[in-house]
């Protein structure tokens, strides 16, 4: 145990996802040895951060604006729905220069274990923006995890009533791998999403 | 480092780090393991989607000092049917919230292991009522746990019968003699399923066409018991479609 301020921030930043006990102390000793400068840089960010950010009151992707980037560009395609769970899943899924619609961001997954429903998440409003907007088709980009799964699930049976195309992103084999080193599970995934050429 | 080896079944996982993962697992010879599986997260992982919830895998450890090590797993079988459906996955996720409740370390049941994979088996077939099959699981969790409830005689004097009132606190039907004031009436329709629930067999149990109202006020009664005699309730169990 520190005292005062060295403990203080070694409690906070173990709080952090990924952080261990030994890994807080390392990062607090290093904030302590580092230019103040560049320690009031880093403060200065986090709360520009939670002063400038939020999030999109149409998509809940992270934003600067009431809406974000996306939403307000008028090149992308508003038929197409891409339903993911964080933030960051719009990132990658742009990165990639492959998709032209928008985004829906659930804020997390379905997870009976740790008590999360469909209730917690921002299903509500996705519903919503179907009745609304004019969009032709939904794709459920969720993790290929027990709780994406789970939440994709739970949407294909939802959005069925609706009169909307519904799809799933393809699973399967990581580009630039060997097909005898695949597990059993990825291979199976990969199998029945296989598509005719 | 000592290496052992075991079958098991995957309870739950939590992230660990940048790309690991602690999984949960019940084994069949070593109760409870928790163990870490270094970068399973990675793309292209060794491990790939071996170690997801519900898996039955057979398993080669590294004892550790506080956790033990996955250093191989290869899978028996996946039960990825139960994975990609919503209602089969909220009745498999509340089983094996009860396995990880009751399991200890270090302490070999191979009831409970049987239990489980029983369980995660009849579900995998889609069975028309997922939520009955759970059912039948947690009230044979709470027997195998040391909380037997009987149906057929009074719990109180042993008197044998169909009697009419049932007590959670007691553990069991009474009789109109020891039944305190109050007590819930159990009706023949209800008394019948909860049977069948801790008896039955498995393929049965899905298929079995009873009143919906009786299946749920059954499977209500069976989370009260396993509240009452576990000392807390399931979280999955409010999520699972009835
Ligand atoms: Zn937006
Ligand atoms: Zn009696």
Redesign the interface.
Known sequence: MYEGPVQDLIEELGRLPGVGPKSAQRLAFHLLAVDRADAERLARAIVQLKERVRFCARCFNVSEHEECRVCRDPRRDPSVLCVVEEPRDVQAIEKTGEFRGRYHVLGGAISPIDGVGPDQLHIRQLVARLGEEDIGEVVLATNPNIEGEATASYLGRLLKAMDVRVSRIASGLPVGGDLEYADEVTLGRAFSGRREL | MALYRDQGIVL?TY?L??TDRIVHLLTQGRGKVRAVAKGVRR??S?????L????HVDLQFYEGRNLDIVNQAE?IT?F?TV????AL??CG??M??GADRVAQEDERSNRLFLLLLDGLRTLAAAPQFPAVVLDAYLLRLVSLAGYHPYFDACSSCGAPGAHGVFSIAAGGALCRRCAPPGASVLDPASRALLMALLGADWAVLGATAVEPRTRRAAGALVHSFLTYHLGKPL??W???PR
């Open positions: 739950r992230k780090g940048e793309p292209g060794r491990f790939g989607g071996r997801e919830p519900f898996s899978l996946p990825a994975r990609s459906d919503w996955s909220a996720s509340t094996v919230e979280r999955a409010d999520l699972v």
